[in-house]
């Protein structure tokens, strides 16, 4: 199956930093979203992005499909930004997602 | 904003227990899923089910699973005899197909 790779593993920044998240895959993809889990476990949206970029307040992300890979940016980062930031792809032909292993974000005050 | 909803929340059960999950998709989407997540590793794929049948299914997926759309609305996932590495946090997801999975809050399932 596809192999879906996260750096950096975990990240502890000061608040009102800015950070990148990357992720690498495998194969072709007709589908990436991030997503944010919080201290309660839920799975939150943040893009569905499988190429371009987007932007949502402070986050935005970009996808270069043909280099297969996508970042994640956090400015002016805030404590409530603290979890777990998860990149997930479907392959080509399939609807299921394959999840990387994640980055810990800790924002400290 | 319509959402994925789950219940129960928390489930504690014995081994070899039987247990359903159940989950309720947002109304107009079509491809419903099943992941589970085990504590501290990453999300994954169980099943997809897609006009009334399994789409895909990983090798975790064995007998002891199974899912139903027992009506328009509820979608279910059986696990038929517990074991204690069957628990984790089982997640429900939908889409309308090829856009956003959208996933529930959860049912973390405790087997002991």
């Known amino acids: 199956g596809i192999q879906v790779e996260q750096s950096p593993p975990d990240l502890i920044l000061q608040e009102g930093a800015n950070s990148t998240l990357r992720c690498n895959f495998s194969d072709s993809v007709n589908n990436l979203q991030w997503f944010h889990q919080n201290p309660w476990g839920q799975l939150i949206n943040l893009f569905y992005i499988p190429s371009g970029t987007k932007q949502n307040g402070r986050l935005s992300a970009t996808t270069v499909a043909t280099e297969r890979y996508s970042l994640l940016y956090i400015s002016s980062s805030q404590t409530t930004d603290s979890g777990v930031y998860f990149c997930a792809v479907c392959e080509t032909g399939a609807n299921n997602l394959f999840f990387g292993t994640g980055t810990r974000l800790t924002v400290i005050p | 904003e319509p959402e994925v909803t789950q219940t129960p929340s928390h489930q504690v059960t014995q081994m070899g227990q039987e247990v359903i999950l159940r989950c309720v998709p947002i109304?107009?989407?079509?491809?419903f899923y099943w992941y589970r997540q085990i504590l501290g590793q990453k999300v994954e794929f169980l099943v997809s089910f897609y006009n009334n049948e399994i789409s895909e299914k990983s090798e975790i997926f064995d007998d002891q699973f199974s899912v139903e759309r027992p009506d328009g609305s509820n979608f279910t996932l059986k696990i038929r005899s517990t074991k204690l590495e069957d628990s984790a946090m089982y997640f429900c997801a939908s889409d309308r197909g090829r856009e956003t999975q959208y996933f529930g809050p959860g049912t973390r399932l405790l087997v002991l």
């Open positions: 109304s107009n989407h079509l491809y």
